[in-house]
């Protein structure tokens, strides 16, 4: 069991740049995340997935799009990347009948 | 919405003594879950323990345990005999009452605790 599992774990980007975060769960949750952490901070939700082909906003949405057309799979996507989008970038999952929420190791994100 | 409030941003102690981690939370829900999250150095989100609003008694799991007191709205962390390994972020975090839409967490800002030898 691999878990929920990121990539990259580092990436440096310049502005007006984009890119793709990846994110998958071995897990077969319904419910995945994407949450942000900004230095000295805790964790915001950008968007959020209920299952295959559902998806909403977050807190913190502005500058970003998913998808989710499998289960097991969660991108997240940056357009035209800005230096306020630099932060930790941290995918999770969860099932209805497990309390835990489980998370993946971050990606480090820097937008120059 | 839900909220939640950690006031300490750093807190120390000494190995092996027990510690107290303060969380407040602000919900209108009459159910939900309380979270606390590990952070190290490294990086990882590393669950501790989870209390329902409706569970009867504190959570506990080795030597964390929750000091829930609903009618305070509080929901405070307590690590017993602290190890070297304790020093971490700490995150209080909230979930909407199951069946509410998707689960998804509201974190507070987290306390930095350091165990000193």
């Known amino acids: 069991n691999a878990g929920v599992t990121q990539t990259p774990k580092f990436r440096i980007l310049k502005i007006g740049q984009s890119m793709t975060l990846q994110c998958a769960q071995d897990?077969?949750?319904?419910?995945m995340y994407w949450y942000r952490q900004d230095p000295g901070m805790g964790l915001k939700l950008i968007y959020y997935?209920?299952?295959?082909?559902?998806?909403d906003k977050g807190e913190v949405p502005n500058g970003y799009n998913v998808s989710r057309s499998t289960t097991e799979d969660f991108p997240l996507r940056l357009e035209l990347a800005a230096p306020s989008q630099t932060s930790v970038y941290f995918c999770?999952?969860?099932?209805?009948?497990?309390?835990?929420?489980?998370f993946g190791p971050g990606t480090r994100l820097t937008v120059l | 919405a839900q909220k939640i409030t950690q006031t300490q941003p750093g807190m120390f102690v000494q190995e092996k003594e027990a510690v107290t981690l303060d969380c407040t939370y602000d919900?209108?829900?009459?159910?939900?879950?309380l979270f606390w999250y590990k952070q190290p150095s490294s990086g990882e989100m590393i669950f501790l323990i989870y209390q329902g609003s409706y569970d009867q008694q504190n959570a506990t799991e080795g030597r964390y345990s929750l000091n829930f007191q609903k009618a305070r709205k509080s929901a405070n962390l307590v690590i017993s005999a602290s190890q070297l390994g304790d020093s971490a972020m700490y995150f209080c975090?909230?979930?909407?009452?199951?069946?509410?839409?998707?689960?998804?967490?509201?974190f507070g800002k987290g306390t930095k605790l350091s165990v000193i030898p």
């Open positions: 897990m077969n949750h319904n419910y």
């Open positions: 919900t209108s829900d009459p159910s939900y879950g």
């Open positions: 997935s209920v299952g295959a082909g559902i998806t």
């Open positions: 975090a909230m979930r909407p009452r199951p069946g509410a839409g998707s689960y998804q967490l509201t």
């Open positions: 999770a999952s969860a099932s209805a009948d497990v309390n835990e929420q489980f």
